[in-house]
């Protein structure tokens, strides 16, 4: 996997760029825009204060799946688990 598999073993998360496609990000944004009208704030500095936190994406967002099965997803959790 590469330096993607060390970072998130080091770092706890990794950022893979270029993964979503205009159009995917297009379509979350769309099916995610009527929860985050109504979803509060963060409440404390570990939630952040101007952030919005969303639960269970996959059933509010079809188009989330895609990112999840994503085959640079798939390696880092296949190398994972």
Known sequence: MGPELEH??????????????????????????????????GRNDFEGFRSQRLYALLTKS???AELVAHPAVLELVDAIL
Do not use: C, I
Not at 21 to 28: A, I, K, P
């Open 8 to 41: 998130l073993q080091s770092d706890g998360f990794v950022v893979l760029r270029e993964v979503a496609g205009s159009d995917l990000v297009r379509r979350v944004r769309e099916e995610l825009a009527p929860y985050l009208a109504t979803a509060p704030f």
């Open 62 to 64: 079809r188009a989330t």
